[in-house]
């Protein structure tokens, strides 16, 4: 052999024969290659058909819908393995027992009777031994079979069958997806073709077939299509895009098809996100125990908000997946979303989103429009208000804003009268502060534009200056909050900047603030709040309302105030909704507590919250009605000696004395989660979690396992 393992030419002896040499072998031609070299693999739609085809039934509300197989209401009563097989064992010893004794007459001949009374005489004394064998042996057969479903029955040897044969077999193997009929086949766009758009349908079928399209062009160009079966776009515009541009149709302004990367699991066609597994629990109701856990806009349109402490997982299991599933919404033309937080949180790449401000950074490319984008004095001055916290003036919390917002109106209308634009950050501190340079420029400003109308706003001003109940200097010194040097270059209204509005909230765009991370806690409260005010203010007066709009506060803490929580409650008629996280609950007031937790239509809480915060969650998800069962037992006295010498051998068996059981059913009303059980019994990384969606539907508190959000199955 050779070095490189071919055998020699000279044979195999130590002192080969010479062999004549033959004409020289061509070589096989190699076959043509599939492709030219360095080309990449053609695309496969295998996944992305077996993705769109794959069934999505209706479902309770929070249920993963995406290859979800239906659960009874009620659990099955279930017999215990060992029970059951031991069952079987003994119904079956006990029919060949019977069997036997039949057999070797030890019951007699009775049961021979049947067959003398109903067969002819000539049928048992004939000389035909095969006919009488076919005879006999045939009645043994079926009274053998009768015993046999007598026993069985008794033995429930047919739970045994389905629990252990061939169907527990065939439910645990995989079982090959058949195509569906080109009539039913959602991948063959027919309500296209139904509609006249058959090249379109044609075009769409065959790029997914190529594995061309994704997900997000499947969501946006249906998305497409309900504007053309609304009227808001023509049959001939949508059709002759999709024949140009094919899966890539109707693009998102920013270009983009997908996000840069995926941390849950998505289905973009009933638009829900995975964030877990309804836990096995007999506290969960039967038909959700051990199915998937989602969110979508259905439930989001009735807002959502998360307690839990730091490490408890509301960043990375709750926000995050939300977000990231809102920014593939907005890729497809469904939803706007505007995500805030400090800076660092984990809410995504800045490559997730279209717009990012980042505030107190120098290096961020938009600003933050401080007024909202309005040019209405009055509506600027109660957004602006509610930022700044109710009635500084007054010593509750939960108080209203009416008098800082006139303080502020009293200033923003005289001042954008002459100015055309409303003061910059340290314009309004001047303004409040009631110095007199600024207030000598703006009368000044006023009279010779001859707006009487806005000098007596300007003179109720000055007259309030300097009374002990005035909140102007309060209002100053909340407003000096944000004229600081980190925010020297931030809120500018001259127009030298890029400022974001919150009236962009018209169109599909994916938005993320970034609050100062430290050293400006209360800035980024008055922050917070002021883009939650903007937020419900933009909301109320969107034309295109079939855009659901969402804003993500990943800590909402001080946010809260009686004029959010009104807001809140009015987002879900505005196709829109809000996610909030909080530590506690301590972090609202003690007035607003029960206002938020009935404003918002889901609940959560997270492991390791308080008592205190775990009472307020009891509260609202109240009491039910369940079945308790009370067992008492009572020890069984002998009085016979035989009795008596049963009991002992009994007891030297067992170990225990004879006792007889009595069971007592009854109906209760307790609570559903106690707060008790909400502060100690739920383990880490779950969270209960009750929800309602805004047609109304409702599912109960349920234990949800946040850490298995990636899990495969229904």
């Known amino acids: 052999m050779d070095s490189d393992g071919t055998q020699d030419a000279r044979g195999t002896h130590a002192n080969p024969v010479p062999r004549p040499a033959g004409p020289p072998e061509m070589p096989a031609t190699p076959p043509r290659p599939a492709r030219a070299p360095g080309m990449p693999p053609p695309p496969d739609g295998s996944a992305f058909l077996a993705w769109v085809r794959t069934p999505r039934p209706d479902?309770?509300?929070?249920?993963?819908?995406?290859?979800?197989?239906?659960?009874?209401?009620?659990e099955p009563e279930q017999i215990?393995?060992?029970?059951?097989?031991?069952?079987?064992?003994?119904?079956?010893?006990?029919?060949?027992?019977?069997?036997?004794?039949?057999?070797?007459?030890?019951?007699?001949?009775?049961?021979?009777?049947?067959?003398?009374?109903?067969?002819?005489?000539?049928?048992?004394?004939?000389?035909?031994?095969?006919?009488?064998?076919?005879?006999?042996?045939?009645?043994?057969?079926?009274?053998?079979?009768?015993?046999?479903?007598g026993v069985g029955r008794l033995g429930r040897w047919g739970e045994v069958w389905r629990r252990y044969g061939f169907p527990a077999w065939q439910r645990a193997a995989p079982v090959a997806e058949r195509p569906p009929a080109p009539e039913e086949d959602p991948a063959q766009w027919n309500h296209l073709r139904a509609s006249g758009a058959s090249d379109a349908a044609d075009r769409l079928a065959?790029?997914?077939?190529?594995?061309?399209?994704?997900?997000?062009?499947?969501?946006?160009?249906?998305?497409?299509?309900?504007?053309?079966?609304?009227?808001?776009?023509?049959?001939?515009?949508?059709?002759?895009?999709?024949?140009?541009?094919?899966?890539?149709?109707?693009?998102?302004?920013?270009?983009?098809?997908?996000?840069?990367?995926?941390?849950?699991?998505?289905?973009?066609?009933?638009?829900?996100?995975?964030?877990?597994?309804?836990?096995?629990?007999?506290?969960?109701?039967?038909?959700?125990?051990?199915?998937?856990?989602?969110?979508?806009?259905?439930?989001?349109?009735?807002?959502?908000?998360?307690?839990?402490?730091?490490?408890s997982g509301k960043t990375g299991g709750v926000v995050w997946p939300l977000a990231e599933s809102l920014c593939l919404h907005a890729?497809?033309?469904?939803?706007?979303?505007?995500?805030?937080?400090?800076?660092?949180?984990?809410?995504?790449?800045?490559?997730?989103?279209?717009?990012?401000?980042?505030?107190?950074?120098?290096?961020?490319?938009?600003?933050?429009?401080?007024?909202?984008?309005?040019?209405?004095p009055d509506e600027a001055a109660a957004v602006l208000a509610e930022a700044l916290v109710g009635d500084p003036t007054d010593p509750h919390p939960s108080g209203d804003s009416r008098r800082s917002t006139t303080v502020l109106a009293q200033l923003l209308g005289p001042y954008r009268a002459v100015h055309g634009r409303f003061p910059s950050v340290p314009e309004l501190r001047q303004l409040l502060d009631g110095s007199p340079g600024p207030l000598g420029a703006l009368r000044k400003g006023l009279e010779d534009a001859g707006q009487a109308s806005l000098l007596r706003e300007l003179d109720a001003r000055e007259r309030q200056l300097g009374h002990p109940g005035d909140a102007g200097s309060v209002l100053a010194d909340r407003v000096a909050l944000l004229d600081r040097p980190a925010f020297a270059g931030f809120f500018d209204t001259s127009g030298q900047s890029r400022p974001f509005s919150l009236r962009a909230l018209d169109h599909p765009v994916r938005v993320r603030i970034d609050l100062p991370q430290r050293g400006h806690a209360d800035a980024s409260r008055i922050l917070t709040r002021l883009v939650l005010a903007q937020f419900t203010a933009s909301v109320a007066v969107r034309e295109d309302r079939s855009l659901f709009a969402c804003l993500v506060l990943d800590d909402a803490t001080g946010a809260v105030t009686p004029e959010a929580v009104r807001g809140i409650q009015r987002l879900r008629s505005g196709n829109a909704g809000a996610v909030l996280t909080l530590r506690t609950l301590d972090d609202v007031p003690r007035p607003l507590r029960s206002p938020l937790l009935g404003a918002i239509g889901?609940?959560?809480?997270?492991?390791?919250?308080?008592?205190?915060?775990?009472?307020?969650?009891?509260?609202?998800?109240?009491?039910?009605?369940?079945?308790?069962?009370?067992?008492?037992?009572?020890?069984?006295?002998?009085?016979?000696?035989?009795?008596?010498?049963?009991?002992?051998?009994?007891?030297?068996?067992t170990g225990h004395a004879p006792t007889a059981r009595a069971v007592t059913v009854r109906q209760v009303e307790r609570e559903r989660w106690s707060a008790s059980e909400l502060a100690h019994g739920v383990p880490p990384g779950h969270a209960v979690l009750s929800l309602t969606s805004v047609k109304g539907e409702h599912a109960p508190p349920l234990l949800v396992d946040l850490r298995a959000r990636a899990a495969d199955g229904s």
Request: with cysteine; hydrophobic share 45%; proline share 6%.
């Open 80 to 149: 215990p393995g060992r029970q059951l097989l031991s069952g079987a064992v003994i119904a079956f010893l006990v029919g060949w027992l019977i069997w036997s004794l039949l057999w070797n007459g030890y019951l007699g001949g009775w049961w021979v009777l049947p067959l003398e009374l109903f067969t002819p005489d000539s049928w048992r004394h004939s000389g035909d031994r095969i006919g009488n064998a076919f005879l006999w042996y045939g009645y043994y057969t079926l009274i053998a079979l009768v015993i046999m479903i």
């Open 331 to 376: 890729l497809a033309g469904r939803a706007a979303v505007v995500v805030v937080g400090a800076a660092g949180a984990g809410l995504g790449p800045a490559e997730a989103y279209d717009v990012v401000v980042r505030i107190g950074n120098p290096d961020s490319v938009y600003d933050l429009d401080l007024y909202g984008g309005t040019t209405d």
């Open 602 to 653: 889901c609940r959560m809480a997270l492991s390791g919250l308080t008592p205190w915060d775990g009472q307020d969650f009891a509260e609202v998800w109240g009491k039910e009605w369940i079945e308790a069962r009370d067992v008492t037992d009572r020890q069984i006295i002998a009085e016979t000696p035989a009795g008596k010498a049963v009991h002992m051998l009994r007891r030297v068996i």
């Open 206 to 311: 065959a790029e997914a077939r190529a594995g061309l399209m994704r997900d997000v062009d499947h969501a946006r160009i249906a998305r497409a299509w309900q504007g053309v079966r609304s009227g808001r776009h023509s049959l001939a515009t949508f059709t002759g895009t999709v024949l140009k541009d094919g899966a890539a149709a109707c693009l998102h302004p920013s270009g983009d098809r997908d996000l840069p990367g995926r941390l849950a699991r998505h289905d973009l066609v009933t638009g829900q996100v995975r964030l877990g597994t309804t836990a096995d629990d007999p506290r969960n109701p039967y038909a959700y125990r051990g199915t998937g856990l989602a969110l979508g806009p259905d439930l989001l349109g009735t807002s959502l908000l998360a307690v839990g402490p730091p490490g």
């Open 59 to 74: 479902a309770a509300p929070g249920v993963w819908r995406f290859g979800h197989r239906p659960r009874p209401e009620e």
